[in-house]
């Protein structure tokens, strides 16, 4: 699949320190996704590919105005394992490149947490925060590995599994941990 597309964005955010920030993007963006599966709906051989980048510039009340590239790439990979055994294992990154003093839409960041993300945290909530607020971050990475077994034989899309996630959005890849 392939989307090529122009995006123009705005952002009001109000955070509780009663600052508001209106930030402002125009951007040239291309999406392709690769997929290889036995299936779309329970696949367990194979693997997906998402890469997406934009390019644009950035404008905001808060900070300096100036171009972006944003970058990122979702690959999932499927693993039979025996008779019954399915193994899945994905790793997310992403990244802005801008200089720190240009802020861009709180749309155009990352967030983490969910469940296609790190399961067992609240949807997009492992992000970066300001002053109490949760904000996108301008670097992602996340990862997970999966094992997973039919709980009855009779119906084998109805799984049992035992996974682990990690990963989070920050604002600099220093502030990773």
Known sequence: ERLVFIEGLRSRQSVRSGTVSDARAVSANVHLVLRRLDSLLLPTRGY??????????????????????????????????????YASARVEVGHILKRDSVVVPDAL????????????????????????????????????????????????????????DAGRAVDRWADYQ
Request: charged share 10%; net charge positive; glycine share 16%.
């Open 48 to 85: 997906s590919m998402s890469l997406q980048t934009g390019a644009g510039h950035a404008s905001s009340n808060i900070g300096d105005n100036g171009p972006y590239v944003r970058l990122y790439g979702r690959l999932t990979g499927y693993l039979p394992l025996g008779s019954s055994w």
């Open 109 to 164: 960041g990352f967030r983490a947490g969910g469940d296609e993300s790190v399961r067992g945290y609240g949807y997009r909530t492992l992000a970066p925060s300001l002053n109490g607020s949760i904000v996108s971050g301008n670097s992602l990475l996340t990862l997970s590995a999966e094992l997973a077994h039919p709980i009855v034989a009779s119906m084998p899309a109805v799984q049992g599994a035992v996974f682990v």
